[in-house]
């Protein structure tokens, strides 16, 4: 574990934005590409860096402005916690403890050349956190459990509600096949 680096496991071409762009092309970008937070380059120098929390905080902050007139720069924190490519992972990820950061852009003489995540660092060795694996099991347990609830309550068919008679997709509630309304109304 102490010889791999942050450039081992990080992601070569982070997804950016220009220091100019607004913040509705950032958060649409955001969105398509499913990811929590850009950074802003210009010319391979990284000058900044907003993530979802900065796009809410613009929203609550400065309602009266719209999200199309405000620069991804404006947003940015002064001061980018940053990390070399040749760090150890495990160095990236004290700083990410210490600061409570789940991403860190990766810098080499000045020019951004990637970004380096938990999720990163977890996907290449999860057996670094042994405990999150624990975890992500019981997530997916409360999951199917759900979604086993929601398919016992539900059926995909239409008919009779035995409680009213009428005709529309049916729940299983205590064993009868009833409408909506007559669930809500138990």
Sequence with gaps: MKDILVADVMTREPITVGPNDDL????????????????IVDKKKLIGFINEKDILWALVKKSRKDLANIKAIDI???KIITVRPFATIREAMSKMKKLKFKRLPVINNNQLVGIVTVKDILN???EF????EEFAKIREEV???KRIKKAKEKTSMEGICEECGGIDFLYRV???LICESCKNSI
């Excluded at 509705?24 to 590409?33: I, R, W």
């Design 24 to 39: 509705l092309k950032c958060a649409k970008k955001m969105v398509k590409k499913r990811i929590g937070s850009i950074l």
């Design 76 to 78: 940015s924190p002064k």
């Design 124 to 126: 290449f060795n999860p």
């Design 129 to 132: 956190y042994p405990e999150l």
């Design 143 to 145: 999951r199917k459990l």
């Design 174 to 176: 205590n064993g009868m």
